[in-house]
């Protein structure tokens, strides 16, 4: 009986989430009955959860739980698209697949519970289509023209050998990651929180490679160009084209780097030579880097105008018609923190008294100044412990414990703060039409018993 329950609620979850909410919770109600949850309801749910709620006096009314909740790929992919294991050379099954054509694939947050992220962990993220790998590296070519006054053709080779090598562990993350939680939905891919790693990067700071070019007093902003063919396979088209000011170009973390995790840079991460561009959207770390035109204006290439990596200024009505001039580029990312151990769902035995919890935390150009989580549904919280990070840009690894009063379905949450005061919202806000920005606390399904 509860089977039938859990499967059919779990269901409609995927299909129509208010529709499910007013199933279990009854209709939608008023802020006077907020944090309540009536007899029925918490019946209903119980039986489809299949265990008792220990703190369901705290849950928040019109609150769909996380074990029943579906994100990520379930809102549009068909319903087992997520399950299917993601068969790519040298990459771990588990990865989720958001697109094939262009191939983009993300890390379910338990598997992002290793320090440094493994290769094979590594999220990907096309625009275009891959480019066949390189055999002689070093041969490589790379250019730097516009405003600059010694116009720059190096192989990687040569740059290897001109230049100071530096290695940072930093975060790479997708300027759209979290989108998946977005209502109504929004355009792209539907990342839900992995959109990123945090590897060992090795190569030379860009701002040492301008100097060696000269930015003359024009120099204003950056345009990124690789070797990707476009989608279309039309030459005249690029797959991406971002770009960033100087000032950010400059800076001590931002790098063209060859290796990653101490090994040389692989194909499917932009290898013989890649931009890695700390905190701010992923899309500006260029892959298959050839060329970097330095411009006197904001640079125009493809994903620099529109709503592309853009935010609203203003908030606008979600689902909204957007008006271009209310929005600014996307630049340092949001605070978000994530449980990596354990995973979403998992079960521990009958009379577990106390839960473990690991995780990751990171703010785009700021740092991690607390972690905070709930297994109460926020009526408490618990201040994790938090380990150093190796360098500027390096996420922030935590750790906490909680004690569960009794058997039963709890769910963990997990909220960071970034060094600016700037906490993880309860649920997306401020809605684009392409997404961008979304940081909701990260919460997990926890049984005992
Ligand atoms: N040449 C090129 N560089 C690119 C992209 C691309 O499509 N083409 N995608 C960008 C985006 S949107 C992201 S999030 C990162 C992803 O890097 P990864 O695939 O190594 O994880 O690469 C960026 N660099
Ligand atoms: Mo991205």
Not at 38 to 51: E, N, P
């Amino acid at each position: 009986m509860a089977r039938r329950i859990e499967r059919s609620l779990q269901e409609l979850y995927q299909d129509d989430h208010e529709r499910a909410d007013a199933v279990i919770f009854g209709r939608v109600p008023d802020s006077s009955r907020r944090g309540f949850l009536g007899g029925t309801g918490l019946a209903t749910m119980g039986a489809a959860i299949g265990a008792a709620i220990p703190f369901s006096r705290n849950m928040p009314a019109g609150f769909a739980p996380a074990a029943l909740a579906q994100g990520g790929a379930a809102k549009d992919a068909p319903k087992d698209a997520k399950r299917q294991p993601f068969n790519f050379p040298g990459k771990d099954p588990g990865l989720s697949i958001l697109g094939e054509k262009p191939l983009v694939a993300e890390t379910p947050e338990h598997l992002l519970n290793d320090d440094t992220t493994p290769l094979a962990k590594f999220f990907i993220r096309n625009n275009g289509q891959i480019p066949e790998a390189v055999k002689d590296a070093d041969s490589w070519k790379f250019a730097i023209d516009g405003e600059i006054n010694n116009k720059l053709a190096l192989t990687l080779g040569e740059l290897k050998k001109r230049f100071q090598p530096v290695t940072f562990r930093m975060v790479l993350e997708c300027g759209g990651n979290g989108r998946a939680s977005f209502e109504p939905t929004a355009r792209g891919n539907q990342w839900t929180n992995g959109g990123v790693g945090c590897a060992e990067w090795t190569g030379v700071r860009l701002a040492d490679v301008l100097r060696a070019a000269g930015l003359n007093e024009r120099a204003k902003y950056t345009g990124h160009y690789g070797a990707d063919p476009h989608l279309s396979g039309d030459a005249s088209r690029e797959a991406l084209s971002r770009g960033m000011p100087v000032q950010k170009a400059m800076e001590e973390h931002t790098m063209l780097v060859w290796a990653m995790n101490g090994e040389p840079l692989p194909n499917i991460h932009g290898g013989p030579l890649r931009l890695m561009v700390p905190g701010w959207p992923g899309s500006l770390s260029h892959k298959w880097l050839s060329r970097i035109w330095i411009r006197d204006r904001e640079h125009d290439g493809q994903g620099m105008t529109g709503t592309s990596y853009r935010v609203a200024i203003r908030p606008m009505v979600p689902g909204g018609k957007a008006d271009d001039s209310n929005f600014r580029i996307l630049e340092s990312m949001p605070v978000r923190g994530i449980i990596t151990n354990p995973e979403n769902g998992a079960r521990l035995p009958a009379g577990s008294r106390a839960l473990a919890l690991r995780g990751a935390a990171w703010a785009g150009d700021s740092g991690i100044s607390r972690v905070d989580v709930s297994v109460d549904y926020g009526a408490t919280w618990i201040q994790a412990s938090l380990e150093r990070p190796r360098n500027l840009y390096d996420w922030t690894r935590w750790s906490a414990a909680a004690s569960l009063p009794l058997d039963g379905y709890y769910e963990a949450w997990v909220r960071a703060t970034d060094n600016e005061g700037r906490m993880q919202p309860h649920v997306a806000g401020n809605w684009n039409p392409q997404g961008y920005g979304a940081n909701p606390m990260h919460r997990i399904a926890v049984l005992v018993g």
